[in-house]
């Protein structure tokens, strides 16, 4: 079969936008998608492809098995808020699908190999580079990162993606993903490493498919490392040889050595999700380098589409000014939030804030007003009837949620929906949302519906209980000195209080 060229694809693009949504392999039939979708709630659900540069209706291949690969963490230090939040993205664009009635798939890989400083093959492997520097080996840093990343995936309610994969497990889907490469001739075997020959692939207009940008664009400024025998300094390593101080390497065909970062995503995406799949995501730092060179290699092997979607989310930014960080110029982790004493939902929560196209300024206190907005739906749930059916008012504000959420993912709207819902509960003095609420927080993720088992469990402690009664008499004097005192007294002890328009009030314990 023919690969697609960088002509080629250009006129097939504009004849499928003509046509509509692409299908691949040619003949497959659709599922999903607004004219296929069963049942009445079902909506067509639209997202910003990369490579078409533009919102486009999502139409799965098979909508009980959408694929979709997310690249995971570098694991050679502790992910900061930045890594967080494209990890928090990638989640809440699988929830917001399995809202919609997809079955998702999702793949995530743990690179602990390869990943060299510069992401251009430049540089010192980051893993090694820990090792060396913590006296330990590179497994062992490996691990104890990967350990930490999956356990504040956890405290952010981050599900688990169903398969999890580590690069140095699958050496030998690598090798053999090389091997079909250099088959088809998109590969050379030098002394210094098996390399992809970027000029062949990308033909005589040399621009990437993704970023359209040409090679030299895509370099400007940045030094490409000039190993004496690659063809072109714009050609990047699938395996290295001959590094006798790199400390983790296998045997291959070509000798002893490493993969290349970018075949590692390659390889592990088409091992556990095949040759096309649905959706691919990353930051839009890997536009130019690690995502145009996956699709290089996996459409050069298989000689079919690598992605249908490509989606890519903005940076969280302005963490230079943040207090919570250790030491100057260290960007925060979550332990610092942790710390600084505000809930890590809270973080989340901030997340969804904000457009995922959109850079998102972070401070402690743009994440504690998040907070706010967190206990005022927590402090609902502590008072909600929670088995009673929900009115039928409620139903507008689902088909709000859900529009917003099938608009290019916008979390912002949605979120803006499930307050104005609460506000109205609140006004209305009608608190059947609970079933609906406990729907939002399927995508939201904000552990809203154990807050209503906890809270219903709760036993508010004898001290604590006598303060609110105190409250509650000052409150009916209208002693509002005194009512302010006892409610600075409670904060100090943890809990909050909500005072309600009708006079009563609510109170809750703060995380932590
Ligand atoms: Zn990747």
Request: aromatic share 10%; glycine share 6%.
């Amino acid at each position: 079969m023919a690969i697609v060229s960088d002509a080629a694809t250009t006129s097939s693009e504009e004849q499928r936008r003509a046509a509509g949504p692409q299908v691949w392999p040619p003949g497959t039939q659709l599922v999903g998608g607004s004219a296929n979708l069963k049942g009445s709630s079902l909506r067509p659900f639209f997202i910003y492809n990369s490579l078409s540069r533009s919102v486009e209706e999502f139409i799965a291949l098979d909508r009980d098995r959408v694929t979709y690969y997310s690249c995971g963490p570098t694991v050679y230090l502790r992910q900061h808020l930045g890594n967080m939040r494209s990890y928090i993205f990638a989640d809440t664009l699988k929830r917001a699908l399995e809202f919609n009635g997809y079955a998702v798939r999702h793949v995530m890989n743990i690179t602990d190999v390869g990943h060299m400083t510069s992401d251009e093959d430049a540089g010192e492997d980051k893993v090694e580079k820990t090792a060396r520097a913590e006296g330990r080996s590179p497994q062992e840093v490996a691990h104890f990162y990967r350990d930490l990343f999956l356990a504040d995936l956890n405290v952010l309610n981050i599900e688990m993606p169903e398969v999890i994969c580590a690069a140095s497990d699958h050496i030998a889907d690598m090798i053999a993903l090389i091997a079909r490469i250099l088959e088809r001739g998109f590969a050379y075997v030098a002394h210094s490493g098996v390399y992809f020959d970027v000029e062949k692939y990308r033909g005589a207009n040399r621009r990437g498919r993704l970023s359209r940008q040409s090679l030299d664009e895509q370099h400007a400024g940045q030094r490409l490392e000039h190993a004496p025998d690659k063809k072109s300094p714009h050609d990047f390593a699938l395996w290295v040889l001959n590094q006798p101080t790199h400390l983790m390497q296998w045997d291959s065909p070509w000798g002893r050595g490493y993969p290349g970062w970018h075949i590692e995503c390659s390889a592990m995406a088409m091992k556990y999700l095949g040759a096309t799949i649905d959706i691919h995501s990353g930051g839009i730092d890997h536009v130019p380098i690690h995502h145009e060179n996956e699709i290089a290699q996996s459409e050069s092997a298989t000689g079919r589409p690598f992605v249908r979607y490509f989606v890519h989310h903005a940076f969280l930014v302005g963490m230079e000014g943040a207090k919570i960080s250790k030491s100057a110029g260290k960007f925060p982790v979550l332990e610092d939030l942790i710390r600084a004493r505000v809930n890590p939902l809270a973080f989340r929560l901030f997340c969804l804030s904000a457009k995922y196209r959109s850079e998102l300024v972070f401070s402690i206190d743009a994440v504690r007003a998040a907070e706010r907005n967190l206990y005022y739906l927590y402090g609902f749930a502590a008072s909600a009837p929670v088995e009673e059916a929900d009115s039928p008012w409620t139903q507008a504000y689902r088909e709000r949620f859900q529009a917003a959420l099938n608009d290019d993912l916008n979390t912002p709207e949605a979120l803006a929906v499930v307050l104005e819902m609460v506000n109205k509960a609140y006004r209305d003095n009608d608190r059947r949302i609970c079933g609906t609420l406990k729907q939002f927080d399927r995508v939201l993720g904000i552990r809203l519906a154990e807050q209503f088992e906890y809270l219903k469990r709760l036993k508010v402690p004898a001290d604590i209980q006598a303060l609110i009664d105190e409250r509650a008499q000052a409150r009916s004097k209208k002693d509002f000195g005194r009512s302010d005192e006892l409610r600075m007294q409670l904060q100090a002890r943890g809990w909050e209080a909500k005072d309600n328009r009708d006079g009563t009030s609510e109170y809750m314990p703060r995380w932590n």
